[in-house]
């Protein structure tokens, strides 16, 4: 039997949407992969599979392109309050978060940041806010969880940075045992930073909400920004505010692209 999706965006940052809520459907590793090949599925950065919850309105489960599943997703959280059509509560497995639909979009309590070498996870003990360490030009990053792992380097010009060749060798460090995603900012002034993002289990992605997300707070703590800082994405702007101590708030768009079905073939992946 086919089963409909919804094809939706966050700022291009590109989702496959599957409305289990009824059924409680769910993929594993192989039929997510399947799903996400661009050559011969539908083709998407995550597959987000809406699903029935206790204690909060729905839950949200995420798998990234290579089949990894993991625990948070920025842009798919706003997407999913979206398709839901209210304000809600969305259980995920990075936490519980809440989300509000504003006028022009979806704010969404990302809910706090974790510092600790052991939360974010590394391998070892060291200083998260300047680690000592570095790949070719990207040295010092600041580490945070903030539902998923992120380290953030700052550096001059985006631009110039060739994260598609640097980015795999940082996600899959030995340092990082669960892996890690990858940011690169750019302070523009104390309210406004550009970044860009390697996605772990993707790769370069037109926006990150999660990215967008550990880039304030990792300006915010190093003193470079203050909050609500715009973080400026290759796909467009996201409004993130935090206050050290507090949870982090994402405002942004959540686009619904088309509905689709998925083939009975995928399916059986
Ligand atoms: N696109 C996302 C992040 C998706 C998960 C990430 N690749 C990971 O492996 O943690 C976002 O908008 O936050």
């Known amino acids: 039997m086919n089963r409909r999706f919804h094809k939706m965006h966050g700022l291009g940052n590109d989702f496959v949407v599957v ?135 700052f550096v001059d010009d985006v631009e110039a940075v060739p994260l598609d060749e640097l980015g795999r060798g940082i996600e899959t460090d030995p340092l990082f045992p669960e892996r890690i995603n990858v940011n690169i900012a750019q302070v523009i002034d104390r309210r406004t930073i550009r970044s860009r993002t390697w996605e772990r289990g993707v790769g370069l992605t037109r926006a990150c909400g999660t990215g967008a997300c550990a880039v304030a707070v990792a300006a915010i703590a190093r003193r470079l920004a203050d909050g609500p800082v715009t973080i400026h994405l290759p796909g467009g702007p996201l409004a993130i505010d935090w206050t050290p101590g507090g949870s982090i708030l994402m405002t942004g768009p959540a686009t619904h692209v088309f509905t689709g079905e998925l083939d009975a073939e995928l399916l059986r992946a």
């Open 19 to 153: 409305d289990a809520r009824e059924d409680g459907f769910a993929f594993d590793a192989a039929g997510a992969r399947a799903v996400a090949d661009r050559r011969t599925g539908v083709g998407c950065d995550q597959l987000i599979v809406v699903g029935p919850a206790t204690g909060a309105d729905v839950s949200m489960r995420i798998w990234n392109a290579d089949g990894s599943e993991v625990e948070a997703c920025g842009n798919a959280t706003r997407c999913v309050a979206a398709l839901v059509g209210r304000d809600c509560t969305i259980d995920t497995p990075g936490g519980l978060l809440r989300a509000t639909l504003t006028g022009e979009g979806v704010a969404v309590d990302m809910g706090a940041p974790r510092f600790g070498w052991n939360e974010i996870p590394l391998a070892y003990a060291m200083d998260t806010a300047a680690m000592p360490v570095g790949w070719g030009p990207l040295e010092t990053p600041f580490a945070v969880n903030v539902g998923n792992p992120h380290v953030v380097f």
